[in-house]
DNA sequence: GAGCACTGC
């Protein structure tokens, strides 16, 4: 092939009118399976109505007559909380009632739900009070193959709590063709993994259905040969595609926020400069790091004569959809996170996608209307790439999800019947941490209360363990706002174009010398009292409304849990180094270093030094750590210091969210992990 | 002296 022609290799495609939803027609075969097999896998594009239609079937087969539910799972809230809406419209039914949706801070369920749908990690808390979901009589796990962590770690329960519930149905559901496997899954024993399952099991346990979705065709093409910059190849392509295609818009996906910056003003400038066209391009960038409301503007209709660019990370992948797009340009390429489990550190790289990825993308194009997906890497290349994605559990810190799957009962973590097992050198790590935390004993097994409490709180392994020795520090209401803070991951302060450096001044108003956990503190304080939670407040001092009332809900949540433990929380007792009425009732250093401690005795692993030159050493001494420039610590002095996150991107590790502390408090909380780290 | 794809309890 030719270097890119676009309009060459037009494929006109027939135009067939769609008569009803596919799955319409498919309904009984769909009823046959499910009352003939326990495990159903379904394969659907997203749009066939799987999601809508198949809940309502299972309702009027009359899988709710005993007062059980039927359960749908989804990898994200705004899913869980769409599908429900439009489900109970459907049925005409108000939303909460005989359908309703629980995701994190939202429970729209009744007495008379018989539908639920919810998020797969909070399915995943309900089997802590219900270990066999015996409320349940069917259990949809929906785009499955997405292979989140938390859709993983619910297959396996799903597998287990299937030997001793004969009743329970499950439904798994994919966009992909990995169906074969998640039938396998099922089917074979979790005892003896290396024997393939036989037939005649398999044909009583499960089967596969497949919805043929509403699709158009998509035309692919490739470069005859690598580019060089696939930046300035996109800007090149979308030119090409604006001068010799139809009309339609397009859908780029890049790498990340500063790719996307400058593809959106390469195109404000060329298509500024080129006169020739009637129709105007439109750039606009899409990622996750803007407000929701720049966000929505890729929605916006676009005026006429004007064809609409988007330029995306991997959100417009799965989590967004915009119509209309005809032409997708793909750069190959996301920037995914990995755990180095040695040193700790995660990393966050461009790395090539997966075959699955790029055919998710260039589905994009063919939604509304035959579509044209340009691919900015040679057919060779894309023969090269994986099949899949790795699972997101086979890359991950663990601890969490280790600590979570004791506490529902899974002793030997090892032997559980992973979908996809993790690597034992990212369990082994994660065992390490938890023991070293005290939320499990010399054996392994979870310890009690500490370990079970641990499990049970919404933060990660060392913050869970900071709250729980907080009242022991006397600082259990501040630590508590910190932990609600640190949850935010970075969202707190918010700037407009240029508008920077105004907002490092509202910063350093709330800054307080021992660090950012301290600062963060403050900065809540502030909202809830002198802010009185108004947009206003936060407007004039660059905070982020959205997050802070996040904020107030996590902060809560985390409390009720504190309370429902008996750890008493003094609301009154606040710290506020600012106040100097405050300071005479208690002195602010010594509170600040009463939460300095407390918080060492949670995050004494992640333990830094700083160097003559400024920079930082982790405790072994062979990492250099730099302090992320949205810490306070950026440039200033410190000795020993603590800190929330660490993070490597590009060829810098950055640790995020720093608090300085003395040395002898790491010895003193964590004795045993810094005795054997310096042997 | 300078930056982070995405999701979830």
Redesign the pocket.
Known sequence: MADFEPGSSFIPALYKPPSLLPIAQHRESLQYAIETFPVTVVIGQTGSGKTTQIPQFLDQAGWCSDGKLIGVT???????TTVALRVAEELGCEIGKEVGYS???EDLTSTSTRIKF?????L??EALVDPLLTRYSVIMVDEAHER???TDVLLGLLKKIRKRRADLQIIISSATLQAEEFLRFFTQSGDDKSQPAKEAVKEETGTIISFEGRTYPIDILYLDSPAENYLEKTIDVVLSIHEQEGSGDILVFL????E?DQAVQAISERSATANSHSTGLQPLP?????SSEEQMLVFDKTPENTRKVVF????AEA??TIEGIVFVVDCGF????AYNPRTGIET?TATPVSKASASQRAGRAGRTRPGKCFRLYTEDSFTNLPEANVP?IQRSNLA?VVLQLKALGIDNVVRFDFFSAPPSDLVAKALELLYALGALDEYGKLTRPLGARMAE????PMMAKTLLASHSFGCTNEILTIAAMT?L??AV?FHHDGE?KKM?TSRRKFAVEEGDHLTLLNAYQAFVTKGKKETKFCHENHLNYKSMTRAVSIRN?LKRYLERFNIPVDDAMTFDPQDPARRTQQDPARKAEKIRRCLTSGYFAHAARMQPDGTFRNVAGGTIL?A???SLM??RKADWVIFH?I?E??D?T?I?DITKVEKDWLFEYAPEFYQLSTK
């Open positions: 989804q990898p994200r809230r705004v899913a869980a995701i994190r801070f919810l998020t797969d990690g909070l995943i808390r989140s962590i938390s790498t990340g926020r500063e996307i899409l990622y996750a790091g803007l995306a990370t991997n959100i989590s967004v996301v920037k995914q996170r966050l997101e969490p709180l919404a933060v990660e949850s991951d970075g302060w920077r490092e949540q730099h992320h420039p949205s950026f440039n996150e993070m991107t590009g810098k950055f995020k």
